[in-house]
């Protein structure tokens, strides 16, 4: 079984920035996509970006490009979010996902198989 562990969250002020950990072990074989998501109180969990366990293959929301930036290193079993410019409307719990053997990585939430169990981040205006 994978584990992921989130860490990094916190309350910042709109422009601010804050970078999210995700730690992932067990059995990690053939782990190749991992992704962020994010879940507002009342909305719908939706992908922020996925990246493939070599650091390619990024895709971003449209909301967050150009503000946000994920990375991956797979030797010391970690993924970044680094998160720029903040607005109130990033304010959400923040979960890193993974999955194992695709054949490319999509940024569904149906895509991914193993959830950590999220990361509070609050943006006040």
């Known amino acids: 079984q994978l584990q992921l562990v989130e860490s990094g969250g916190g309350s910042v002020q709109a422009g601010g920035s804050l970078r999210l950990s995700c730690v992932f072990s067990?059995?990690?074989?053939?782990?190749?996509?991992m992704a962020w998501f994010r879940q507002a109180p009342g909305k719908e969990r939706e992908g922020v970006a996925t990246?493939?366990?070599?650091?390619?293959?990024?895709v971003y929301a449209d909301s967050v490009k150009g503000r946000f930036a994920i990375s991956l290193d797979n030797g010391l079993k970690t993924m970044w979010l680094q998160m720029n410019n903040l607005k109130p409307e990033d304010t959400a719990t923040y979960f890193c996902?993974?999955?194992?053997?695709?054949?490319?990585?999509?940024?569904?939430?149906?895509?991914?198989?193993?959830w950590g169990q999220g990361t509070q981040v609050t943006v006040s205006s």
């Open positions: 996902a993974a999955v194992r053997f695709r054949s490319y990585c999509v940024l569904s939430r149906e895509s991914f198989r193993d």
């Open positions: 067990g059995n990690t074989a053939g782990t190749n996509c």
């Open positions: 990246a493939n366990t070599n650091g390619g293959s990024i």
